[in-house]
């Protein structure tokens, strides 16, 4: 063991071994010299042309571009679910992230859970004056958006509000009151906000009150809430 001519016992050769391990050195290094004290290059920062586009300024290109691939959540395996309803609607109802359902269905909220939302707002003289939208158009796999997602959501969702420009607004379900809230569901509920200017009241999701009728009084609660005193 050793160089041409150089012999060195076990013992040596175990702490020369040692040494190399302390400094560092326990992968194969390379036939050319290297030089250690060499500085990085200084990380420059991002050409600002390369950062995100701004978000549409109008609710018609703004609808066009939740089904495109900036969109949060956006997914070339999942086809977008766009808003329904017209602009300065009487109410806005912003919901949770599409389910398979409601993808196969093409509407923010379907099946048996679309039929509960129109009784729900034909209580308050409200059907057929909403501007329904998903907190994001493509459908989320898993149960529980992250922080990073929600932050996506509630930029875009925030875009999304002021240029529909609805009297009120209804946030349906857990999700859509953190984004727009910081807080969740049960803490939000029972409450007046404000988002974008707009009266806001958050309520369960109407899949929701198909698995806990219960819940329903405390949802009628809130539809009173959200019309009250709205010229």
């Known amino acids: 063991m050793g160089g041409p001519g150089i012999a060195i016992d076990a013992r040596e050769a175990a702490s020369a071994l040692r040494w190399w391990l302390d ?19 200084e990380i420059r ?4 042309s390369t950062e ?20 949060p959540l956006a997914s070339a395996r999942s086809k977008p679910v766009l808003p329904d309803g017209a602009e300065g609607a009487e109410v806005m109802l912003l919901c949770e992230p599409p389910t398979r359902d409601e993808l196969a269905a093409g509407q923010p909220i379907g099946g ?10 034909k209580a308050i003289d409200l059907d057929g004056k909403a501007y329904a939208a998903n907190l994001a158009c493509f459908y989320a796999p898993g149960s529980r958006l992250s922080d990073k997602e929600l932050e996506l959501c509630a930029s875009a969702a925030r875009r999304h509000v002021a240029l529909a420009r609805p009297k009120r607004l209804l946030l349906l379900g857990d999700a859509p009151c953190r984004a727009l809230l910081g807080k969740p569901l049960l803490q939000a509920r029972g409450h007046v906000h404000k988002v974008e200017g707009i009266r806001t ?8 009150l ?6 329903k009084s405390l949802a009628w609660k809130d539809l009173l809430l959200l019309i009250e005193d709205v010229a």
Do not use: C, Y
């Not at 009241?201 to 929701?208: D, K, L």
């Open 23 to 41: 400094a560092g050195v326990d992968v194969a290094t390379q036939e050319e010299p290297r030089n250690w004290l060499e500085r990085t290059p």
């Open 45 to 48: 920062p991002l050409d600002p």
């Open 52 to 71: 995100p586009e701004p978000l549409p300024s109008t609710l018609e290109a703004f609808r066009r571009w939740l089904a495109g691939p900036d969109a």
């Open 112 to 121: 048996e859970a679309a039929i509960l939302m129109e009784r729900m707002l």
């Open 201 to 208: 009241v958050a309520t369960f999701h109407p899949r929701q």
């Open 210 to 215: 198909l698995k806990r009728p219960s819940d």
